[in-house]
């Protein structure tokens, strides 16, 4: 047995044991912090799969983001006064042995996809003529040229989804118009100190990330995530917090990605190239820019659940732009 | 056994597990962590699955799961404020009816 297939099997045992502890884990509080740290291994489990840019958004999301709203979830419930109890024991034979059921089904369908791809996958697969084209496309990563190149629509959509996904969220809010309120005061040295190294530190990765996208892991929904968790910790710390309006900067910012893909896609023909083929390079950061805006701002604003977010005290408009 | 197996398998647990979690978790928050975590399960066994031409990991299949990670989220958040309106509105944190509350 060599070591690298210790360290896969390490983590593989790891996701899914914390997987079996979530479920039937008997305080929701730990089963949800639980379920973050299931995220981060995860997120090992992409790198080791040979996948870092899925390793960086499983982290920056899936882990980050979804554990964050999971607890303001808890808490707003909590406050809104339910009680946490511990759940009774969930004894449920028909439950486990249709959850026994389909991991088999998943374990046979998986196992026999394996063998049918095998370590070579076809020469004629979408992978692989994506990996040929990529030459030609001056970008580095082969991840980010699906996404803005060669399957773009799908990403637009996709910014549409998020759009959607936040006025549905508007629609259902409940009218606590606040939203999520601080907690900690501000005037603690250490939250001072969190705030002017994480803060900026974040706005660093997230440039970063956006700019390493195109050559390597990375892009605008890692770099979008991290802006918006700098958000989270603005937003918990008392920083900004949530407002009933959204100002225009936090409009214009909200719809930059969508508006900035589809004005360059239909305007591709103007540059000799087809509808949504973009025309160059600078047209990818463009669009990723405002992507990043735009994923930034819509991920703030479903964790606020709340129409806007503005500065605490009287610098408004610092942060308003989000 | 390779390491893509294992991870097929861990995936399948996972999967396993959601799906028990969905079906016994009364709490609207236990739902949706047992449904998060199907969805992890799903995109392990996509990635673990597909082909790697010339040696690296086929980067359609990690542009369509770095997709669905990112509507996964927004669909969690969507969720949660429906299970937060519906507890502010009717004070429960379940979706049975009054008289199986205490079922499970």
Redesign the interface.
């Known amino acids: 047995m060599n070591v690298?297939?210790a360290i896969?099997?390490l983590?593989?045992?790891g996701?899914?044991s914390l997987?079996?502890r979530?479920?039937t884990g008997r305080r929701?509080f730990a089963?949800?912090v639980t379920?973050v740290v299931?995220?981060l291994v995860?997120s090992l489990?992409?790198a080791?799969?040979?996948?870092p840019?899925?390793a960086l958004?499983?982290a920056a999301?899936?882990a980050g983001?979804?554990g964050a709203?999971?607890l303001v979830?808890?808490r707003?419930?909590a406050r809104?006064?339910?009680t946490p109890t511990p759940?009774?024991g969930?004894r449920?034979t028909?439950?486990?042995a249709?959850?026994?059921?389909?991991?088999?089904a998943?374990?046979a369908i998986?196992?026999a996809?394996?063998g049918a791809?095998?370590?070579?996958?076809?020469?004629d697969?979408?992978?692989?003529a994506?990996?040929e084209a990529l030459d030609g496309t001056g970008l580095g990563n082969?991840?980010t040229?699906?996404?803005l190149l060669?399957?773009n629509l799908?990403?637009l959509l996709?910014m549409f989804?998020?759009l959607v996904?936040l006025l549905?969220?508007w629609a259902?809010?409940?009218?606590?118009r606040t939203g999520v309120r601080a907690r900690v005061p501000r005037d603690t040295p250490l939250v001072a100190a969190l705030v002017g190294i994480v803060v900026p530190t974040a706005v660093l990765v997230a440039a970063h990330l956006l700019l390493a996208g195109t050559d390597r892991p990375g892009g605008a929904?890692q770099g979008g995530t991290v802006l918006a968790a700098a958000g989270v910790v603005l937003v918990l710390t008392g920083a900004i917090r949530a407002r009933s309006r959204s100002g225009l900067r936090l409009r214009i910012a909200l719809i930059a990605g969508v508006a900035t893909f589809v004005a360059i896609g239909a305007g591709a023909p103007l540059f000799g190239a087809e509808p949504m083929e973009l025309p160059g390079t600078w047209a990818v950061y463009l669009i990723e820019v405002a992507m990043m805006a735009s994923?930034a701002t819509?991920?703030l604003l479903?964790?606020t659940?709340s129409r806007g977010v503005g500065a605490t005290e009287a610098d408004a408009g610092a942060e308003g732009g989000r | 056994?390779?390491?893509?197996?294992?991870?097929?398998?861990?995936?399948?647990?996972?999967?396993?597990?959601?799906?028990?979690?969905v079906?016994?978790?009364?709490?609207l928050?236990?739902k949706?962590?047992?449904l998060?975590?199907i969805g992890?399960?799903v995109?392990?066994?996509m990635?673990?699955?597909?082909?790697?031409?010339?040696g690296?990991?086929?980067?359609?299949?990690?542009?369509?799961?770095?997709?669905g990670?990112?509507?996964?989220?927004?669909?969690?958040?969507?969720a949660?404020?429906?299970?937060?309106?519906i507890?502010?509105d009717s004070?429960r944190?379940t979706l049975s009816a009054p008289e199986d509350d205490d079922d499970?």
């Not at chain 1, 080791?48 to 996948?51: E, I, K, W």
């Not at chain 1, 791809?117 to 020469?123: K, Y």
């Open positions: 690298e297939l896969d099997a983590i593989a045992v996701f899914a997987a079996v979530v479920v929701l089963d949800i379920f299931f995220g995860v489990a992409w080791r799969l040979g996948s840019d899925l958004a499983e999301i899936g983001l979804t709203l999971m979830a808890y707003t419930l809104g006064g339910w759940t009774e969930r449920s028909v439950a486990v249709i959850g026994v059921l389909s991991a088999t998943v374990a998986g196992v996809a394996v791809a095998g370590e070579g996958s076809a020469p697969s979408a992978g692989a994506a990996l082969p991840v040229a699906v996404l060669f399957r799908d990403t996709e989804v998020l996904v549905g969220t259902v809010a409940t009218p606590l929904f994923i819509t991920l479903l964790f659940r | 056994m390779t390491s893509v197996t294992l991870y097929v398998l861990a995936a399948a647990v996972v999967f396993g597990a959601g799906v028990f979690g079906l016994t978790a009364a709490h928050l236990r949706l962590l047992a998060n975590m992890s399960a995109f392990v066994l990635l673990a699955v597909s082909g790697r031409p010339g690296t990991t086929d980067p359609v299949a990690q542009a369509l799961v770095l997709t990670i990112v509507i996964a989220v927004a669909s969690t958040a969507f949660l404020a429906l299970a937060i309106r507890h502010h004070g944190v499970r």
